[in-house]
């Protein structure tokens, strides 16, 4: 068990439609970060947030954001989903600001845009 | 940006016998290297890891070595065995404001038996 927290598990919804994932970070660890994983693009880097505040972008779509809350929990929101958002979102923890450590994943959730 | 490349996407050996997984990167700045695997249904999992000011890290069966001249690393799995069948991912990390984990695409690595 990483102690990363990612809810839900599975997620099926349909085009057009937005959903939210949500995420608790390792106790302790300020900075949290999104993942996309899919077949055949492998994991890629959404977006991070380090105590509250976004620090590094990555390849995220407009059609989705991201927040960090006070008590350090994260929510990663997809709207106008289309069919190629289907795919395995993960959220993975840290200490530091930096993604140059150790980062803990979560389970990971599961979206699939029918 | 970063570009990481992993080859071969797929590895097969015999248990016992030893694996080894190759990445390249495209940014002579990135400093920072992680191994990580990731088992059926599962997130990743760091391994190992090295940084740019070392050539080679060794932890058990696990070694990870870098090349920055070559702008590649490779990881070693010696005595494999079946528990060690997963899908590795390679990543590299740049220093600076807007440091970012880029990762290779994953290499299946099937022990057989």
């Known amino acids: 068990d990483s102690g990363v927290t990612q809810t839900p598990k599975h997620l099926i919804t349909a085009t057009g439609q937005r959903v939210t994932l949500r995420c608790s970070p390792r106790?302790?660890?300020?900075?949290v970060y999104w993942y996309q994983q899919s077949l055949d693009q492998g994991l890629q880097f959404l977006i991070q947030?380090?105590?509250?505040?976004?620090?590094a972008k990555g390849n995220i779509l407009e059609r989705f954001s991201a927040q960090q809350f006070p008590d350090l929990h994260s929510e990663l929101n997809l709207s106008s989903l289309e069919l190629g958002d289907s795919a395995l979102y993960f959220c993975?923890?840290?200490?530091?600001?930096?993604?140059?450590?150790?980062?803990?994943f979560g389970q990971g959730t599961r979206l699939t845009v029918v | 940006g970063e570009n990481v490349e992993q080859h071969p996407s797929t590895l097969s050996v015999q248990e016992g016998d030893s694996a080894v997984i190759k990445c390249t990167y495209s940014?002579?700045?990135?400093?920072?290297f992680p191994w990580y695997k990731q088992e059926l249904g599962k997130g990743p999992q760091l391994i190992i890891d090295?940084?740019?000011?070392?050539g080679e890290k060794k932890d058990q069966r696990i070694a990870v070595t870098l090349n920055k001249t070559a702008k590649h690393f490779s990881l070693h799995i010696t005595e494999t065995q079946p528990e060690d069948s997963a899908v590795y991912f390679c990543?590299?990390?740049?220093?600076?404001?807007?440091?970012?984990?880029?990762f290779g695409k994953g290499i299946t690595l099937s022990v057989r038996p």
């Open positions: 940014d002579s700045a990135s400093n920072y």
């Open positions: 990543a590299a990390s740049n220093p600076g404001a807007n440091s970012k984990l880029t």
């Open positions: 993975a923890s840290n200490l530091g600001n930096s993604p140059n450590t150790e980062a803990f």
């Open positions: 947030y380090y105590n509250g505040e976004e620090r």
């Open positions: 106790s302790g660890d300020l900075s």
């Open positions: 090295i940084r740019s000011n070392v």
